[in-house]
């Protein structure tokens, strides 16, 4: 059998509890090719996938099984993990997760052009591609013409909810000359974003054609390692004009262009301390999206906050005998 081979081995697996016991994304299934074996890497970890020969079904495996153990239509390997197929993707886990994936309820509607706008490896973490995506600021120097220009750079106002099962940021407006394929014009853009998992975010954003409707587009991380991450660019648009093809490749214009800003941070690893970088008001999001893993107890492909020290009590002033 074939083998397409992206892993890279060398770093040690996870422990970290939180990050074992929750679903990845590992591949769009149409770029999944029937009966080649596919490697790449989770939490540290090489695992191997593909689709059974029929095309039937995605099999995913840790690395190392594919000459024995059970056989799966002719397909022998030592120890399927748990798989899940959802908005185009196979995603998987290396735990035990007590809960299924979030929804997005658009992809229920039936003129939604969905789809994967790119797998792109970047070398930085999950987190910090996560707090990237949620940062509005950046526009005007990053996507210049597109999502952003100058003189226009101020955030606005907006409000954050946090609850346990996610973060949602809402009233986020911005400028924007180009804010989707299908404009033909500048205009203000309302933004939502929604982060349903510790290494997934998503945008709702005005649609160009349509006031009534909102696209969304998602980033769903794969960690490879704590300090590379496979993003995921998921699609799901409301454009009847442009082509696959054409959408695709201005999403990963966007992406592009921020594949070496995140690529330059350092530490890569995001800090959970709001100590160690200072916040602005336009990262209301980025101090919500912290507080929110660090409450988590997360502690993978981030920098975790230290408890602040005890403050000693008052030595007494002595006493003097008269």
Request: proline share 9%; charged share 20%.
């Amino acid at each position: 059998m074939a083998v397409s081979d992206t892993a890279t081995m060398g770093t040690p697996s996870c422990t970290d509890p939180v990050a074992l016991h929750e679903w990845y994304p590992i591949s769009a299934l149409v770029e999944i090719t029937p009966g080649l074996v596919h490697r790449t890497q989770l939490l540290g970890g090489a695992i191997s996938y593909t689709r059974t020969p029929g095309g039937s079904r995605p099999v995913v495996w840790p690395s190392g099984g594919e000459a024995s153990g059970a056989e799966v239509d002719g397909l022998a390997v030592d120890h399927q993990l748990p798989v899940r197929v959802k908005f185009g993707y196979v995603w998987t886990t290396l735990g035990r997760p007590e809960h299924e994936l979030f929804d997005i309820a658009e992809c229920d509607e039936a003129d939604r052009r969905i789809q994967n706008g790119g797998s792109i490896m970047v070398a930085t973490s999950a987190p910090r591609a996560i707090e990237n995506f949620l940062d509005m600021g950046h526009f005007p120097y990053v996507h210049t013409g597109i999502l952003g220009a100058e003189p226009r750079t101020e955030v606005l106002e907006y409000d954050v909810e946090v609850t346990d099962e996610e973060i949602l940021a809402t009233r986020c407006l911005f400028f924007q000359p180009q804010a989707a394929l299908s404009a033909s014009d500048g205009q203000m853009t309302e933004y939502v974003y929604r982060v349903p998992h510790p290494y997934c975010v998503m945008l709702y954003k005005s649609v160009p054609t349509d006031a009534s409707r909102m696209d969304v587009i998602a980033l769903f991380c794969q960690p490879m390692t704590e300090e590379r991450v496979r993003a995921h660019n998921f699609l799901c648009m409301v454009d009847a004009v442009n082509s696959d093809t054409a959408l695709k490749r201005f999403q990963q214009l966007i992406f592009g262009q921020d594949k070496p800003i995140l690529e330059n941070q350092s530490p890569r690893r995001l800090p959970l301390d709001p100590r160690a970088e200072t916040p602005i008001r336009a990262d209301k999001s980025s101090i919500s999206y912290r507080r929110w893993l660090s409450a988590k107890g997360l502690t993978y492909a981030v920098i975790p906050a230290t408890a602040p020290s005890p403050t000693p009590a008052p030595t007494p002033a002595p006493t003097r005998s008269s």
